[in-house]
C-alpha cells in the first residue's frame, strides 16, 4: 500500500513536471481524471467538465492567458467566438496540446469562413461519430459545443498520452484522414501561434 502510494506521489510530480503547469496546492485523482486547483475544489462529473476556476498557468512555458487571448482574436466574429478560453482550458487541463485542438476544430469545421452543416446543426467540432447520429446519420449529434470539444480532447488524451505523439502527423491515420488533413491542420496551428 505505501508503495502504490509513494508511486503515485511520483507520477503525479513528473506529470507537473513535464507539462509545465505550476503553482497548484491541491491534486485529487478519481476515476483517472486529475484536477489541479490554487483555492477552489473543482466538481468533475463524467459527461461535463466545469472548471473554470481551475489555475493552469502555463502550457509548453507560454501563458494560458496569452493562448487564451490569440484563440479569441482568431475565432472573433466566428461562431466559435468566446470559446477560446474553453477550448485552451480544457485542452492544458488534461495535457493536450491547446493550439492541436484549435487546429483540428478550425480544419474540421472551416468556421473561420462559413462553418460545416455538422457543426452548424449538430454542435460536432471534428466530424465524430456516435449516437445520437446527427439528421439519422453516423456522425454525432451533441447538445452542446462544449461537449464536442471535451470529447475531442479526451480521445487524444486517451490515444496519444504522449504529448511527442500529439501532432497532426502522428494522429491523423487515427481520424482517418490523410497527410493533407495534417497539413491543414499544421497551418492552423502556426497561424493561431502567430496571432498577435
Given at each position: 500500500?505505501?508503495?502504490?502510494v509513494?508511486l503515485i506521489?511520483?507520477?503525479?510530480?513528473?506529470?507537473?513536471?513535464?507539462?509545465g503547469?505550476?503553482?497548484?496546492?491541491?491534486?485529487?485523482?478519481?476515476?483517472?481524471?486529475m484536477v489541479?486547483f490554487?483555492?477552489?475544489?473543482v466538481?468533475?462529473?463524467?459527461?461535463?467538465?466545469?472548471?473554470?476556476d481551475?489555475?493552469?498557468?502555463?502550457?509548453?512555458?507560454?501563458k494560458?492567458e496569452?493562448?487564451?487571448?490569440?484563440?479569441?482574436?482568431y475565432?472573433n466574429?466566428?461562431p466559435?467566438e468566446?470559446?477560446?478560453e474553453?477550448?485552451v482550458k480544457t485542452?492544458a487541463?488534461?495535457?493536450?496540446?491547446?493550439?492541436l485542438?484549435?487546429?483540428i476544430?478550425l480544419?474540421?469545421?472551416?468556421?473561420?469562413?462559413?462553418?460545416?452543416i455538422?457543426?452548424?446543426?449538430?454542435?460536432?467540432?471534428?466530424?465524430?461519430?456516435?449516437?445520437?447520429?446527427c439528421?439519422g446519420?453516423?456522425?454525432k449529434k451533441?447538445?452542446k459545443?462544449d461537449?464536442s470539444i471535451?470529447?475531442?480532447v479526451?480521445?487524444i488524451?486517451?490515444?496519444f498520452?504522449?504529448?511527442?505523439e500529439?501532432t497532426?502527423v502522428?494522429?491523423?491515420?487515427?481520424f482517418?484522414?490523410?497527410?493533407s488533413w495534417a497539413f491543414?491542420?499544421?497551418?492552423?496551428?502556426e497561424?493561431?501561434k502567430?496571432v498577435?
Amino acid at each position: 500500500m505505501r508503495r502504490s502510494v509513494i508511486l503515485i506521489t511520483l507520477l503525479v510530480f513528473n506529470f507537473f513536471i513535464f507539462y509545465g503547469i505550476k503553482e497548484f496546492n491541491k491534486v485529487i485523482i478519481d476515476n483517472d481524471m486529475m484536477v489541479y486547483f490554487k483555492e477552489k475544489p473543482v466538481v468533475i462529473e463524467t459527461e461535463k467538465v466545469e472548471f473554470l476556476d481551475v489555475v493552469v498557468e502555463e502550457y509548453n512555458k507560454e501563458k494560458i492567458e496569452n493562448i487564451i487571448a490569440k484563440m479569441d482574436k482568431y475565432f472573433n466574429k466566428t461562431p466559435l467566438e468566446g470559446y477560446g478560453e474553453y477550448i485552451v482550458k480544457t485542452a492544458a487541463y488534461k495535457g493536450v496540446d491547446p493550439y492541436l485542438i484549435g487546429g483540428i476544430i478550425l480544419e474540421s469545421t472551416t468556421c473561420k469562413y462559413d462553418c460545416t452543416i455538422l457543426f452548424k446543426e449538430c454542435n460536432n467540432v471534428y466530424m465524430e461519430k456516435g449516437e445520437p447520429g446527427c439528421f439519422g446519420g453516423s456522425y454525432k449529434k451533441y447538445d452542446k459545443i462544449d461537449d464536442s470539444i471535451l470529447d475531442l480532447v479526451l480521445n487524444i488524451r486517451k490515444n496519444f498520452e504522449d504529448s511527442k505523439e500529439q501532432t497532426p502527423v502522428k494522429i491523423y491515420k487515427h481520424f482517418n484522414k490523410n497527410s493533407s488533413w495534417a497539413f491543414k491542420v499544421n497551418k492552423y496551428i502556426e497561424i493561431l501561434k502567430r496571432v498577435k
